[in-house]
C-alpha cells in the first residue's frame, strides 16, 4: 500500500513537470537533510563525446537513496549538464532537478568534484562539434581519446566539502551569480531517458539505500548509466554519513512542491539516522589517480 502510495505521488510529480523549461524544475521535499556526498573515483571515459554526470542522493519511499555518478551522451552538440541539488525551502529540502544546456546554470554551490567544483564547471569544454576533456580532473584515456588538454589551475588545494543540500542548518552558503540565473533561464532539456532509467534501477537497488549503505554504498559510479557490476564500477572508499538537520515537530513527509502540492507520508523506520557532520575528504575533489 505504501510502495502503491509513493507511485501515485510520483507520478502526480512527473505529470506537473514539463519535458523541456527554462528554469530548473522543483519537485519533492522532505523534511530531514541527505546524506554527505560519499568519496569515490571516477570510471574512465568510455569513449570520445560522453559527458560526466556526478552521483547525488534521490528520496524514494525507502528513504535516500544513492544514484552513481555515470559517463553519458549529451543531447545535443553544445549542451551541458547542470546538476540537480537539494535546497532548504520553507523548512522543507527541495529537490532541484539537472537539466542540459548551453551554460551552467546554479546548482546549490555543491562540490560534486570532477570539475563540479560547486560554481560551474572545469571538467572540460565544447571545441566546435567536439568535446575537450581536461585530463588534470577528469579520468580520459589519452590513447582513445585525443580531444584533451590540461589546466591544473582549476584544482584547489583544499579540504574538498561534501555538503550535499544547500541553504538551511549546515548547508553550503551561497546564491546564485548574474551569470548562473541568466543560464537558469536558457532554453533547457531534461534528463535523457538513459539518465531516468538510471537513478530508477538505482531506486529499486537495495544496496543503495542509505538504510542499508549508511552512506558509504557499493557502487559509488558507473561508466555506463544502469550498469551496475563489472569492471566499469567504483565503490565508494568513504562514508557520507547525514548531517545534523532541523526537523520540525510534524511528522516526517515528503510532497511535491508547487501551487498543489501532495503528499506522502513514508515509514519513520525509513528515515536516515541523523548522525552530525561527517569529516571532510580531500581525495574527493579530484580523482585518486591525479
Not at 523549461?21 to 522532505?30: H, P, Y
Request: aromatic share 14%; net charge neutral; proline share 8%.
Amino acid at each position: 500500500m505504501r510502495k502503491l502510495c509513493f507511485v501515485a505521488f510520483a507520478l502526480l510529480v512527473v505529470l506537473a513537470l514539463p519535458a523541456v523549461s527554462s528554469a530548473q524544475v522543483i519537485g519533492i521535499a522532505v523534511r530531514i537533510g541527505p546524506p554527505a556526498i560519499p568519496v569515490y573515483e571516477q570510471p574512465i571515459c568510455p569513449g570520445p563525446g560522453y559527458m560526466w554526470t556526478p552521483g547525488y542522493w534521490a528520496y524514494g519511499p525507502g528513504g535516500y537513496y544513492w544514484v552513481p555518478g555515470t559517463w553519458v551522451v549529451a543531447p545535443a552538440v553544445g549542451l551541458l549538464w547542470t546538476p540537480g541539488y537539494w535546497g532548504w525551502r520553507g523548512g522543507f529540502y527541495t529537490w532541484h532537478a539537472g537539466y542540459w544546456g548551453p551554460h551552467i546554470g546554479f546548482y546549490g554551490g555543491i562540490n560534486y568534484g570532477f570539475g563540479y567544483t560547486g560554481v560551474g564547471f572545469v571538467g572540460g569544454r565544447w571545441h566546435g562539434r567536439e568535446f575537450e576533456y581536461n585530463t588534470a580532473v577528469m579520468h580520459v584515456n589519452t590513447t582513445i581519446i585525443h580531444n584533451t588538454y590540461v589546466d591544473r589551475t582549476v584544482i584547489r588545494n583544499e579540504t574538498a566539502n561534501r555538503v550535499s543540500y544547500s541553504g538551511g542548518p549546515g548547508g553550503v552558503n551561497r546564491e546564485a551569480s548574474r551569470e548562473e540565473r541568466r543560464a537558469e533561464n536558457e532554453h533547457h532539456v531534461e534528463a535523457t531517458d538513459l539518465q531516468s532509467r538510471h537513478e530508477h534501477e538505482a531506486g529499486s537497488n537495495h544496496a543503495m539505500l542509505y538504510s542499508a549503505n549508511h552512506g558509504r554504498p557499493s557502487i559509488g559510479a558507473t561508466a555506463h548509466p544502469g550498469e551496475f557490476s563489472g569492471h566499469g564500477v567504483t565503490a565508494a572508499k568513504g562514508g557520507g554519513n547525514s548531517y545534523h538537520s532541523f526537523t520540525p515537530p510534524a511528522h516526517n513527509e515528503a510532497h511535491a512542491t508547487g501551487s498543489n502540492p501532495h503528499s506522502f507520508n513514508p515509514p519513520a523506520h525509513n528515515q536516515p539516522e541523523m548522525k552530525g557532520n561527517s569529516a571532510n575528504s580531500r581525495s574527493f575533489n579530484a580523482p585518486a589517480y591525479n
